[in-house]
């Protein structure tokens, strides 16, 4: 009867090491899921400042275009006529200007999508340390009661009868 109570004080105690394994776990996925906020938040954010980046670089070569107008205009130029100096500095202003904006927005962009792949990596590593935690509760109560009735001498057999169905209660010998 000792070896019964010893092995089911054992049993106990590995599952609660094992429910404290879990508990743990779980924690650590919680923090994982922050950071993976935390990860989307800081994409959105360098998103947005690379978009302010493209709008600047529109709103500096708008004033550009605009400062040499004017100054076409006080030379005595007409500076809205196509061919002219001005015409000519304006469209290489706006074509750099364009490839500009555009890498700006691939950059938001991709800044967007590596934050939201790097936040399912925490989130997938925090649900796979939860799932690893409680298999390795299992593996570790498994191997814990194996120990402890090899330890005890325990071998499984009792002086009770056990019933099976069909066959009636098996009385051991």
Sequence with gaps: MTQLALLAATALSAAAAGAAKVKAAKYQRNSYYSQARQAELKGRSD????????????????KTMATANVRAAAGGLAPFVSGESTSLINIASMRGAADEFSIQSDNASLAQSMSQAQADNLRTAGDVGVQMARKNAKIGFVQTMAQAGL????????????????YGPVVPT
């Design 47 to 62: 998103a947005l400042a690379y978009k302010r980046e493209g709008i600047d670089i529109l709103r500096n070569v708008q």
């Design 151 to 166: 330890m005890t001498g325990f071998t499984g057999n009792s002086t009770l009868p056990i019933s099976r169905p069909g």
